[in-house]
């Protein structure tokens, strides 16, 4: 075997290993174990766990963003909402073992390369589409990474989900993503912060209300109860 053929061997025993088990509890000599070497040549190739997972996580962001480069090139947006959800779910169906260690929790220190960067990613891509969109449609083109990272956050959550219910047919949760994604998006309105505090204001008025009304006992009613009342002249 070649120095090559070799790393890419390692490679992919520690990128099933961290899949399995995570950064923390995978040990070199576990790798190093399970590919038929001493430890010495795990360390030779990487220089430690550290730089093999490393290796693994950087060609795994690479291989998803390669996968979802192409779905932002529609002009489209249906069609970019279409695209993107195959091609993420495609990328889980085709690399189950990549996209667990990319959702896997990093170790202590490591930045770059995680399953965060990825998402700001995507992210970034969606939000220039979405510019174009909210300025045509008068909304507020400010809020776009806002909304960008709403939508590719709640993909990759349902992606994560898919992971233990394989049962579902990738075409069936592709469908359910676009018909969340696409009309959620038709049916944005361009003044929410008007909105949502006018309710909060309608809602607190009408607990004063109740609260208020609860509070009212029979006293209070003789109170107001004006001069020649039935009320007054019992009193008399």
């Known amino acids: 075997m070649t120095a090559q053929q070799r ?42 766990k550290e730089g093999v997972y490393a290796v693994v996580v950087d060609r795994e962001v690479q291989r998803l963003t390669s996968s979802l480069a192409a779905a932002f090139d529609a002009r489209d947006p249906r069609a970019v909402a ?3 959800a195959e091609a993420f779910l495609d990328y889980i169906e085709d690399h189950e073992e990549g996209f667990r260690v990319l959702i896997r929790d990093a170790p202590i220190g490591m930045t770059g390369g995680s399953f965060a960067s990825v998402i700001s990613d995507v992210a ?14 008068g909304f507020d083109a400010e809020t776009a990474p806002m909304y960008a990272l709403m939508l590719v956050g709640a993909v990759a959550l ?3 989900w898919w992971l233990e219910h394989r049962d579902w047919p990738r075409e069936q949760v592709a469908a359910h993503i676009v018909n969340l994604l696409w009309n959620g998006l038709r049916g944005l ?22 609260r208020g009304d609860a509070r009212e006992d029979p006293g209070d009613a003789a109170a107001r109860e004006p001069a020649g009342s039935p009320v007054e002249e019992d009193v008399r």
């Open 124 to 137: 970034t891509r969606a939000e220039q589409q979405l510019v174009e969109g909210f300025s045509d449609q």
């Open 82 to 84: 279409e695209s993107a």
């Open 189 to 210: 309105k361009p003044d929410p912060v008007d909105r949502y505090v006018a309710r909060r204001a309608r809602a607190a008025r009408s607990a004063g209300a109740d």
């Open 158 to 160: 349902v992606g994560e």
């Open 7 to 48: 790393r890419e061997q390692l490679v992919g025993v520690a990128r099933s290993l961290f899949a399995e088990r995570g950064y923390e509890a995978t040990s070199i000599e576990e790798i190093a174990e399970r590919a038929g070497v001493s430890k010495p040549v795990v360390y030779q190739h990487f220089g430690g």
